[in-house]
Nanobody, 126 residues
Framework: VQLQAFGGGLVQAGGSLRLSCAASGRIFSDLSMGWFRQAPGKEREFVATGSWDGSSTYYADSVKGRLTFSRDNAKNTVYLQMNSLKPEDTAVYYC????????????????????WGQGTLVTVSS
């Protein structure tokens, strides 16, 4: 599975960005997908994930209500809509995939995923 994430950039606090992650190499609807982020000096942390069709979504408490996970299986792409951004959202954002049908609690754990995108940097200025 190959993953390519893009859409990061510099935005002022309160602004919005939409990250995209395109996958190839496997049937996309079979993939468990998640978004994670890693700030300087910190460990990689869970951000958002969802079911295979996007009908159920799960978020870290710190982003709930501001970030939205979605996926378009026809386009082999998963998205992270980021609104009301805060300086503490500054990080490299990674999309992750696994070929197994993961359960929601497991989808929050970085080690559950075998495939990772290259990351895209989001910088939120105050």
């Amino acid at each position: 599975v190959q993953l390519q994430a893009f859409g990061g950039g510099l935005v002022q606090a309160g602004g919005s960005l939409r990250l995209s992650c395109a996958a190839s190499g496997r049937i996309f609807s079979d993939l468990s997908m998640g978004w994670f982020r890693q700030a300087p000096g910190k460990e990689r942390e869970f951000v958002a994930t969802g079911s295979w069709d996007g009908s159920s979504t799960y978020y870290a408490d710190s982003v709930k209500g501001r970030l939205t996970f979605s996926r378009d299986n026809a386009k082999n792409t998963v998205y992270l809509q980021m609104n009301s951004l805060k300086p503490e959202d500054t990080a490299v954002y990674y999309c992750a995939a696994d070929v197994r049908p993961l359960n929601p609690p497991v989808m929050r754990i970085p080690q559950s995923y075998d495939y990772w995108g290259q990351g895209t940097l989001v910088t939120v200025s105050s």
